[in-house]
């Protein structure tokens, strides 16, 4: 696609269900990003995939959080039994193999009430 | 820790003022240093930075890197209130960690 596409890019849920973000990169890019980004906040690295390679997930806030990357392409993000400090912007980024020039997405905005 | 520092925090200026924005950092395996701008939800990407002190340019926006000292500054020149934002550096060799970012705020 012509850029990095996220969806929804509004979602209200309520504290306890579990949401799922999807993120569809810029077509051969390998390499995709999360990254949570509160009110006034910077952004805080979630998880990061390059192509085959383990997923680097250092930046998981715990174990209710997950993401995936299926056939090295779209990504979903998963937060299980929500809960109100989960409520931030999501942005998704995609860049080439050997460049660390990333792109992002709109992002999809979570509020948990 | 790979760490990502900016300064100042926020910044108000005036229209045609010359504004410079600091980003030092320490990471592991540095590769490159990114500026982007955000102005409502999506970051745009300004700059991308690999060597030192080649200067990058464009329009009223320039910056360089100084991998000796660890730092970036980013200058923007005659600014105009489309240039309120917040600038955000970013540091990676793969996974990119961001600063907290600088808000600038432009008043005509």
């Known amino acids: 696609g012509a850029g990095v596409s996220q969806s929804p890019s509004n979602k209200v849920t309520e504290k306890g269900k579990d949401v799922e973000l999807r993120c569809d990169p810029i077509?051969?890019?390998?390499?995709l990003y999360w990254y949570r980004q509160s009110l006034g906040q910077g952004l805080e690295f979630l998880i990061y995939?390059?192509?085959?390679?383990?997923?680097?997930k250092s930046g998981l806030p715990s174990d209710r959080f997950s993401a995936e990357r299926t056939g090295g392409s779209v990504s979903t993000l998963t937060i299980q039994r929500t809960q109100q400090e989960d409520s931030a912007v999501y942005l998704c980024?995609?860049?080439?193999?050997?460049?660390?020039?990333?792109?992002f997405g709109q992002g999809t905005r979570l509020t948990v009430v | 820790e790979d760490k990502v520092v900016q300064s100042p925090l926020s910044l108000v200026v005036h229209e045609g003022d010359t504004v410079t924005l600091n980003c030092s950092y320490e990471v592991t395996n540095f590769r490159s240093l990114l500026w982007y701008k955000q102005e409502k939800k999506a970051p745009t990407f300004l700059f991308m930075l690999t060597s030192s002190g080649i200067e990058k340019k464009s329009g009223r926006l320039s910056s360089i890197l100084d991998k000796k000292e660890l730092f970036s500054i980013l200058n923007i020149t005659a600014t105009q209130t489309g240039d309120s934002a917040i600038y955000l550096c970013?540091?990676?060799?793969?996974?990119?960690?961001f600063g907290t970012g600088t808000r600038l705020q432009v008043f005509p």
């Open positions: 077509s051969g890019h390998t390499a």
């Open positions: 995939f390059q192509g085959n390679s383990a997923p680097d």
């Open positions: 970013a540091v990676g060799p793969d996974k990119l960690i």
């Open positions: 980024a995609s860049s080439r193999l050997g460049t660390n020039e990333a792109f």
